[in-house]
């Protein structure tokens, strides 16, 4: 924290219109530039300092690994360069063709679901009425409490034995007997994917409600003297200001899916018969069930890579909210 | 806010198809959110045979607190160490929060304030670790941890779950301090503040939502923590809650009553925390983040 008391004039924050200098000069100041701003580095150092420890060094090491043939008992110096066998051994695999699709499943929907049902609760929280805000509170406590407790909650609704769904379900005459609901290979994924958007719609929710409220009332008001019904301005009005939200909250629910872990592992820890096993499951399960560390890394790098390009469009979404900020 | 009443106001009195689908859809969805929360309650003060009971009650025939007595009882072997769980997570998640902030919030502060090179690309690169996946990291740290031998450490998940709240915490906080104008910095300077003066007098007090928003969000995230605790940890006395919670469940098969009590006690913190704060948390998500 002393960095914060040195005051050097130069890193005096610059006038409005300086923003968004030309490149080209950028970079031919940039060695003096650097010199100029060193104590800003300060500022950062202990964030990126953590960052690369943590991420940069596991990231290499990972994609080293992912080359090598690991020994089970982890000596890592007895390792063998395998070279390409790693990758080849899991995409040809059917195990990986499997978990791949159940991966997708459960990330289509639960994105799908979870945006959707938060949508409709934002669109309904932001009207005013008594009680709006215990009412938001409440609905985010499936977003607040663990995926532990979440997992354990959904375990003992589905009980096949002793269950409240299975009682449910035969009250209203849908079953007329008590049915095996994370024990059945056609059942298991659907029901973990319905306790996960229990889980996840929340976050949805406050995510596009803030962005309700960037939302001008003229324009809706405008819209409604010039006679447009309430679908109309939802479409025309209310979605296109939250189009930028809406792309973030995709993304980061995409991101969370793909890299899900504990609500399977709790659950059903992949089965019954791999129907749940999904991309995180799988590794986990290879590097730390069969200590196949270097399998396992091959497969973490071929997600990183399916992860990268989203990341991609993650960076580029939220860079457009920049650029428009700054234009505004 | 006048404005939202009156539009409000109108559209109740026509009363349309939309707005009474959209009550519709909030009754549901309040049962489908509420339902397991409630189950899970009811459940906790069953009976072990209570809860094994087809159909199955909402009402517990003889209700009991024992559960509870039981987990929270530091005499009973099982409430010493579910309380010992409990201390373990507090500890971990008030750490991370506390180095959280003390990180996070100069680096907000520089990603906002200055113009040194390399800035958005440093930016963004904090905030691309969202896009990795967890187990991408969960091998090599624990080939790490292993190897500095800090595994069944705490030290090995507070620097672990540091990273996951930065990222987030650092992005929300700097678009706070975007929307603080430098010239209220600037006049506490000409009157004679220091920078750092300036700084806890003027842009904290202002900033404090968000500080409050960031820090709420670490607490949970380490609170909930799983993986990396089902890894690095395999010391019973060293768990934390969640994996704590899964090896109770795995020794008392069928313990329904005792896991929900469990799960019950354990969510408390976070959800009494996070609902007495969230106005911070959605003014922070409305301001920091997502400004037209």
Known sequence: MSAITGSQPTTEPPAPEERGPGLAGRIAALPGDIARHWSDYLYILPALGIMLVVIAYPIFYTVRLSFYSTPANLAMDDKIWIGLDNYRRILTSDSFRSVTRNTLEWTVFSTFFAYVIGLGAALVIQREFPGRSIVRGVLLIPWVIS?????YI?????HSD???????????????????ILDNIHRALPALIIANIWK??????????????GVPDQLHRAAKVDGAGTWARFWHITMPQLKSVSVVTILLLMLTNLNSFTLVWVMTGGGPAGSTDIWITQIYQL?????????????????????????????????????????? | MSSNYERTAGSRKRLDAWGIAGWVFLLLLLVFTVVPLAWMLSTALKTQLGALQFPPRWIPTNPTTENFRMLLDPNDDIGRRFLRYMLNSLWVSTATTVVGVLVAVPAAYAFSRFRFPGRNSLFYGVLLRNMFPAVIFLIPLFILMRNLRLVNSYGSLIITYL????????WLLKGFYDNIPVQLEQAARIDGASRFQAFIRIVMPLSAPGIVATAIYSFILAWNEY???????TDDRKLTVPVGLQRFFSEYVANW??????????????????????????RALTEGAIKQ
């Open chain 1, 200 to 213: 996840e719609f929340p976050f949805a929710m406050i995510m596009l409600l803030a962005g309700l409220q």
């Open chain 2, 227 to 233: 993986v990396y605790a089902l890894t690095f940890i």
């Open chain 1, 147 to 151: 995926y532990v407790s979440a997992a």
């Open chain 1, 287 to 328: 590097a730390f069930g069969r200590t196949r560390f270097g399998v396992a890394s091959a497969y973490s790098v071929i997600l990183f890579l399916i992860m990268m390009a989203l990341g991609y469009f993650y960076v580029k979404a939220l860079t457009r909210g920049d650029a428009e900020r700054e234009g505004a």
């Open chain 2, 257 to 282: 009553p005792g896991l929900m009590a469990a799960a019950f006690l354990m969510s408390i913190p976070v959800v009494v925390m996070f609902l007495v704060l969230q106005k911070y948390f959605v």
């Open chain 1, 162 to 180: 002793y269950g409240l769904i299975n009682d449910t379900l035969i009250r209203l005459n849908i079953v007329d007997q008590n049915i095996n």
């Open chain 2, 163 to 170: 990273t996951f709240g930065l990222p987030l915490s650092i």
């Open chain 1, 154 to 158: 959904w375990k003992w609704l589905y």
